[in-house]
């Protein structure tokens, strides 16, 4: 028996191993156009980088040792360049141009998939490259170090092309990458994208999304990269990294079944249209496990799983059936580490199958254990069955474990039920009792069961806040560095003495920082009559990353080599005593694998403890905790020093300031505050009170808002609580507007219609509704104060007030005025 195999990396080598060591009678032959067998393609990238600094690591076999000990005929730089499927012969070309005939009794098909190259104008320019084998990487490491690449361009964002962007920035590279669509990384959702691109910043790697690359032009040993929008980007190297096409045209001149999908049909045995003839790896098509529908799978795991049964199908008969890929996949990415199984929501939407998710963001191993980082999961499954059908994580160690779980969870039909019935091995270094994959399942437990109702963050952003009551149940303190628009803060801890602020008859959409406290508190209000009650899914952590703004990128910076921006806020941590250079104190606060509030009060505990001129170094495994760290400096006047991560870890450098400096550091309010004295309750005239403030505000001065007769109306809350009054209290309720959301136009209200007609084309329009701007006064620090006597005439009690607001009287607002330079009366 005689075996032809067209293709000898992954599938094709592992097949004839296979094959070999089924039968010592047959004849094998395997065919690579390349000069190299057997290679790790998936090790390419870090060879790049210098990472692996040997290249023959990269190989798995070498041509002689395979071939001796396989005894298989190995043929490199030979193309197969025509099948005679009925005469069961190729034609072969060689690379000093000769041709013949090889015949077979079998012929197995691994050409694998070959890299998408657009035709754009410049496309052929010196130092633009794609890495698809071992001979592109020569050709990369060679133009690395004849040209000194200091800025390299990546047009695409997926698995190849991040790794490349880690790798390069690893070689000395300062790098930039393009991707056409709204977020890196294809097979994941969004949500968990956002975090990726969170981090990517972090590394200094410059993102330009959504934006298309129309062409190419050199100019010396300069590129440069022309998008359709009319941005341009200089470079000294770019690499196309934009995807991958299966290799069929063979099996097409062949006149082999295609698929829908563009890849080479097989059946459940990995059989083409043909008998005689079998393929594997990135070249064919089978149906997704899931969907039932054919797509294409360009990854190694699957290809080498095909080798091994198409090899005992073609030798022993048709007896094993393959039972499909669900698309496992991981990546790293700098310091974290990117992982996706099955199906993402996305493509669960665009395929119109109905599905429900659970985001969770736990330690990757006991919290008190050092060390510990934050894993951030999201699943997805039925809402009928509770069937899972995709996971991925965003994390640091252990990613590998559980993606692995979850993906044999997927393919044998398993529920999310069956996830909390996983045995896992259990030790504080390397997962906690409740392991992160068992949490999943029973937070998707929960929305099954209706025991929590999730309200996942598109609905949010999305939402009119004015028609719920929006809950912060963190605490204060993390109340106060910042939450989402319209939200009132009651801690988890205080909401059972404070259930009375938040009414009955509205929905209680309820939010903390990963979604733990706000599944706790959701339970409380569920069990005290509260019906409409959601929380939401991931909490503030998923949110922010989601709604964030993309920052606008850098240009390169020519003058300074890539780490230059790193150096500007590294410090010496070398020095485990408490003085440290320049006779500073420093005192080391270890918060990693604690959850929040955990790291901001250690933070804030520590600081209490320290004398002016003290410094303060806080490692913490919260990505979101530099940046909160620096918003409470500036609230309240110590010096923020810097930030930077090492492997997963963010460090933020703070010093205490002397009360004097407390003080300088507020904005001087001599001759620069403004002060505004609201007295209308007129739509219009609260819109314009508010967009002042916030103007005024985000200037760095002083801005107070006094509030007084009919302008204590824009400060109600919304449904506020019932409290008792005198007869002309209750008269005054009865006439004046309950909250700011019934506030009327002061020309043109039209019994209602034209204030909520403002409102109506101001949300078309983009423009922030009252409440938002608001909140977002109270943000940027703006002082609301409520007129005593004011509140005494019309009957407003305290507690009908937004908790934000203070109480005073006219010698508070004069004691404001005479620090303004500028008093406006609306």
């Not at 920035?169 to 991707?179: L, S």
């Not at 995709?390 to 590998?400: L, R």
């Not at 890539?562 to 010496?572: I, P």
């Not at 005494?792 to 109480?807: A, Q």
């Amino acid at each position: 028996m005689k075996y032809i195999i067209v293709g000898g990396v992954a599938g094709g080598a592992t097949a004839a191993a296979r094959i070999r060591r089924l039968t010592e009678d047959a004849e094998i032959v395997l065919f690579e156009k390349g000069e190299h067998i057997s290679y790790a393609n998936c090790g390419l990238p870090y060879y790049i980088g210098g990472v692996i600094e040997d290249r023959d690591r990269l190989f798995v076999q070498t041509l002689e040792a395979f071939g001796k000990r396989f005894n298989i005929d190995v043929r490199i730089l030979s193309e197969v360049t025509a099948i005679d499927a009925e005469a069961k012969q190729v034609t072969v070309h060689t690379a000093d141009g000769k041709e013949y005939v090889e015949s077979y009794d079998k012929l197995l098909l691994s050409p694998g998939a070959s890299p998408v190259v657009p035709p754009l104008e410049g496309i052929d320019s010196k130092g633009i490259f794609t890495l698809r084998n071992v001979s592109d990487t020569d050709r990369i490491k060679a133009y690395m170090a004849e040209h000194k690449v200091k800025r390299a361009v990546i047009v695409g964002g997926g698995f190849i092309g991040l790794e490349m962007a880690e790798n390069l920035k690893h070689a000395g590279a300062q790098v930039a990458v393009v991707e056409m669509a709204n977020q890196v990384m294809a097979p994941i959702d969004f949500s968990m994208a956002a975090l990726v691109h969170e981090h990517l910043q972090q590394q200094d790697v410059r993102l330009y999304l959504e934006q298309a690359v129309e062409g190419f032009s050199r100019e010396g040993d300069e590129l440069t990269v022309h998008f359709k929008s009319g941005v341009s980007l200089k470079a000294d190297m770019v690499l196309l990294s934009i995807g991958v096409r299966a290799e069929t045209r063979l099996a097409q001149t062949a006149g082999l079944k295609i698929g829908e999908m563009r890849g080479i049909w097989v059946d459940e045995y990995l059989q083409t249209s043909h008998e005689h003839i079998y393929a594997v790896g990135d070249a064919i098509e089978f149906p997704h496990p899931i969907t039932g529908k054919p797509w294409l799978n360009f990854l190694a795991g699957p290809a080498n799983r095909q080798a091994r049964i198409v090899a005992d199908n073609m030798v022993l008969g048709n007896r094993l059936k393959y039972e499909g890929s669900v698309g496992t996949s991981i990546a790293k990415v700098f310091d974290i580490t990117v992982a996706s199984t099955g199906l993402p929501a996305k493509r669960l939407k665009q395929m119109e199958i109905p599905y429900l998710s659970a985001t969770i963001h736990s330690g990757s191993h006991a919290g008190y254990y050092p060390g510990s980082r934050q894993m951030d999961i999201k699943i997805t499954f039925s809402p009928s069955d509770g069937r899972l059908y995709g996971a991925q994580i965003v994390g640091y160690e252990g990613v590998d474990t559980r993606i692995n779980q979850y993906a044999l969870a997927i393919k044998t039909g398993a529920t999310v039920d069956d996830l909390t019935r996983l045995e896992h091995a259990y030790a504080p270094p390397f997962s906690s009792a409740k392991d992160p994959v068992a949490i999943s399942g029973y937070v998707a437990g929960n929305i099954l069961a209706g025991k929590m109702t999730p309200l996942y963050w598109r609905e949010l952003e999305q939402a009119d806040t004015t028609k719920v009551i929006l809950v912060d149940v963190r605490t204060a303190d993390e109340y106060a560095l910042g939450t989402i628009g319209g939200a009132v803060n009651i801690p988890l801890d205080d909401l059972r003495e404070r259930m009375g602020e938040i009414p009955t008859d509205v929905p209680v959409w309820l939010f903390c920082g990963v979604g733990l406290r706000g599944y706790l508190a959701s339970n409380i209000l569920k069990a005290n009559g509260y019906r409409d009650v959601r929380n939401l899914i991931g909490g503030l952590k998923t949110y922010r990353a989601a709604t964030a703004k993309l920052v606008a990128p850098a240009d390169f910076d020519t003058a300074a080599d890539s780490h230059s921006s790193e150096a500007a806020v590294h410090y010496n941590h070398s020095c485990e005593t408490s003085v440290c250079e320049g006779g500073k104190t420093i005192v080391r606060v270890d918060a990693c694998g604690i959850q929040c509030p955990g790291p901001i009060l250690k933070m804030k505990q520590a600081m209490d403890g320290l004398a002016p001129g003290e410094q303060l170094e806080v490692r913490a495994t919260d990505a979101a905790f530099p940046r909160d760290a620096e918003a409470w400096c500036r609230t309240t006047g110590n010096r923020f020093l810097g930030r930077h991560s090492e492997s997963g870890v963010y460090i933020a450098m703070i010093e205490k300031t002397t009360p004097c400096a407390v003080e300088a550091s507020k904005p001087q309010q001599g001759d620069s505050g403004k002060t505004l004295i609201l007295f209308s309750d007129d739509l219009d005239k609260v819109l314009a009170t508010f967009v002042l403030a916030n103007g005024a505000a985000v200037t760095g001065r002083k801005v107070s808002i006094f509030f007084t007769f009919w302008g204590l109306n824009a400060i109600k809350k919304t449904n506020g609580p019932k409290v008792a009054k005198d007869f002309f209290g209750r008269m005054f309720s009865w006439m004046l507007p309950s909250d700011s959301t019934r506030l009327a136009l002061s020309k043109m209200n039209m019994m209602g219609m034209g204030a909520k007609m403002m409102r109506y084309l101001m949300r078309k329009k983009g423009v922030d509704s009252l409440e938002e701007l608001r909140q977002q006064a109270v943000d940027n620090g703006v002082e609301f104060i409520a007129c005593q006597m004011s509140m005494d005439v019309m009957g407003v009690r305290r507690e009908e007030l937004l908790d934000n607001v203070t109480v005073g009287g006219v010698a508070t607002y004069m004691e404001r005025a005479e620090k303004a330079n500028v008093n406006l009366f609306i």
